[in-house]
């Protein structure tokens, strides 16, 4: 081979394994105007989506400021608003999903459900209240076409709908349903003292049943519910149906904050014993979501992503032009042909500070991901 002809082959194979593994990751969209949003998530059939805003304070939530917005997605990703202030009245609304089976008479599937609820509730002097008892901290399902709050579980302390375990919802922070419709909460167990009554409280997840949800909804106390403690404090869930198995992300609060990812098979839920580490000793963890692929993509609260290279170490995920993301919350996946899929990330801040250019951020990331 002449030596003229191999900087052509090189470019040549450069190109066959950009082909083969994607185009890079790339911001397609910013989509403005939020009130902190917190959690995004792409409808079942992707020509929706939600996104959760949080309305906060100097030192904590805003009560009944919480809101929904809703964006109809068309053809070549065209995000149009559809309402900004789709469901109103929520309070500290931390994660949102939808029903992937029916419940009966009370909801069919595709419902869209959200967790809201928490004692750190700023008072309209500015301080967090002394006693959150009379706040709702529970389940909603909501017409995803209306906007119409179909039902309402209330799991705090206050409520009369306990949960099987000692631990009451206090302060509850995502939600994820498995194949068969089983819904797993995450409860960070924080402000148990600002209750009426003082609770004891625990980080745990919660698995209730897709009849215990029937039960929920029904007023009823459920049976089906099982609860995992686990020592650190949970940030988010994601169900992968492969393996039958529930990802979670759990940051470590003692001396310098450090993230980890664990998973455990729904069939061995309640047993710590069979808990799987994904990876560990990472920087504090924001979020994490399921790729196609069944990767663990991961969200720090520095802004940036990464994928998990094995049980110790990760690798980052650049952008070009580099960016990170401020103050990433709960994103939504959205698949495409192909295997490339797009992600919505929620930005609590975005690049003009706190209180303004908050935003959802859309982006694509190639199928090698």
Do not use: W
């Not at 959690?39 to 805003?53: P, Q």
């Not at 750190?120 to 009379?134: F, N, P, Q, V, Y």
């Not at 000692?166 to 995450?186: C, Q, R, T, W």
Request: hydrophobic fraction near 40%; proline fraction near 6%.
């Amino acid at each position: 081979m002449t030596q003229s002809l191999r900087p052509y082959l090189i470019l040549a194979l450069c190109a066959c394994s950009l082909n083969a593994f994607g185009a890079r990751p790339e911001v397609l969209e910013d989509l403005p105007g939020f009130d902190r949003p917190v959690s995004a998530a792409f409808g079942l059939d992707g020509k929706t989506l939600f996104v959760a805003n949080r309305s906060r304070g100097e030192v904590g939530a805003k009560r009944g400021a919480g809101t929904i917005t809703k964006f109809s997605v068309g053809e070549g990703l065209e995000f149009k608003l559809a309402s900004k202030r789709f469901v109103v009245g929520l309070t500290a609304p931390a994660d949102i999903d939808f029903l992937p089976v029916s419940l009966g008479d009370i909801a069919p599937a595709g419902t869209l459900i959200v967790v809201s609820g928490t004692p750190l509730i700023e008072t309209e002097d500015g301080r967090i209240t002394k006693d959150a008892s009379d706040d709702f901290i529970g389940l909603s399902l909501i017409d995803p076409v209306t906007g119409k709050i179909l039902k309402k579980a209330d799991m705090g302390p206050a409520s009369n709908l306990k949960l099987k375990g000692e631990f009451p919802l206090v302060s509850p922070n995502s939600i994820a349903f498995d194949k068969s419709g089983n819904l797993y909460v995450a409860d960070t167990g924080i402000g148990g003292n600002l209750f009426r009554n003082r609770v004891k409280t625990q980080p745990v997840i919660y698995r209730i049943e897709r009849s215990g949800l029937v039960d929920l909804f029904s007023g009823t106390a459920p049976n089906a519910v099982q609860v995992m403690k686990i020592s650190s404090i949970p940030g988010d869930l994601s169900y992968q149906a492969e393996d039958d198995a529930v990802y979670f992300v759990a940051n470590h609060l003692q001396g310098a904050t450090r993230g980890a990812v664990f998973k455990v098979s729904s069939q061995d839920f309640q047993s710590v014993l069979k808990i799987q580490t994904v990876v560990r000793d990472m920087t504090a963890l924001a979020s994490m979501r399921l790729t196609p692929r069944g990767r663990a993509l991961l969200a720090t609260n520095s802004g940036e992503l990464h994928v998990p290279k094995n049980r110790k170490s990760s690798r980052l995920i650049r952008f070009r032009p580099e960016m990170t993301f401020s103050s990433p919350g709960k994103f939504g996946l959205l698949p495409e042909e192909g295997g490339s899929f797009i992600l919505a990330v929620p930005e609590e801040t975005g690049d003009a500070g706190a209180g303004k250019g908050q935003r959802v951020r859309i982006v694509r990331l190639p199928s090698n991901y």
